[in-house]
T-cell receptor
Framework: GQQVMQIPQYQHVQEGEDFTTYCNSS?????IQWYKQRPGGHPVFLIQ?????EVKKQKRLTFQFGEAKKNSSLHITATQTTDVGTYFC??????????FGSGTKLNVKP | DTEVTQTPKHLVMGMTNKKSLKCEQH?????MYWYKQKAKKPPELMFV???????INESVPSRFSPECPNSSLLNLHLHALQPEDSALYLC???????????????FGAGTRLSVL
């Protein structure tokens, strides 16, 4: 099946520091979505990016979709302890299959 | 209402048992999904139903048998499972995936399955 590579696997930051996670696909994506999963919880939708080069912001979160629609990033400015969790990208292929990246587990020290 | 309800929350079963996982949504979504998630791993797509018809089976072993009785319900029938099948089973729903639509997946809380 398709693979969506995501790095880093883990990130430990001090509260107030920035955080970035990256996703990369070997083939072109129809769109990409980002999800957050808190410990013991289930994935919760954050954003969907559809257009080449698209940038979207949600408060302290900035999402980018690459020009070739093969890569994406999530950047969090000034992390807070409530940002703790695992962030997954999910690439949509051929408009019918979602494949999740391996996830980046974020830990924020107060 | 953006809720996807999964039952049971926890399930322990022996390798010879037959059990079923249930998923329900009332958002009018016509695409429903089963995912399997092992600890510290991402969700892995198992099945996709579109308009109550199975559209994708990601080469899942036949001991997992999905069923979509109507547009609101999705079941996963389990039979003769192996210990390695122990995982969190997640159900999700979305609008049917077509070009340009916002096909957000709403996930249920999952069923944590242990196979002894």
């Amino acid at each position: 099946g398709q693979q969506v590579m995501q790095i880093p696997q883990y990130q430990h930051v001090q509260e107030g520091e920035d955080f970035t996670t990256y996703c990369n696909s070997s083939t072109t994506l129809s769109n990409i979505q980002w999800y957050k999963q808190r410990p013991g919880g289930h994935p919760v939708f954050l954003i969907q990016l559809v257009k080449s080069g698209e940038v979207k912001k949600q408060k302290r979160l900035t999402f980018q979709f690459g020009e070739a629609k093969k890569n994406s990033s999530l950047h969090i400015t000034a992390t807070q302890t409530t940002d703790v969790g695992t962030y997954f990208c999910a690439g949509l292929y051929n408009f019918n299959k979602f494949y999740f990246g391996s996830g980046t587990k974020l830990n924020v020290k107060p | 209402d953006t809720e996807v309800t999964q039952t049971p929350k926890h399930l322990v079963m022996g390798m010879t048992n037959k059990k079923s996982l249930k998923c329900e949504q009332h958002m009018g979504h016509r695409a429903m999904y089963w995912y399997k998630q092992k600890a510290k791993k991402p969700p892995e797509l198992m099945f996709v139903y579109s308009y109550e018809k199975l559209s994708i089976n990601e080469s899942v072993p036949s001991r997992f048998s999905p069923e979509c009785p109507n547009s609101s319900l999705l079941n996963l029938h389990l039979h003769a499972l192996q210990p390695e099948d122990s995982a969190l089973y997640l159900c999700a729903s979305s609008q049917v995936v077509v070009r340009g639509t916002k096909n957000i997946q709403y996930f249920g809380a999952g069923t944590r399955l242990s196979v002894l």
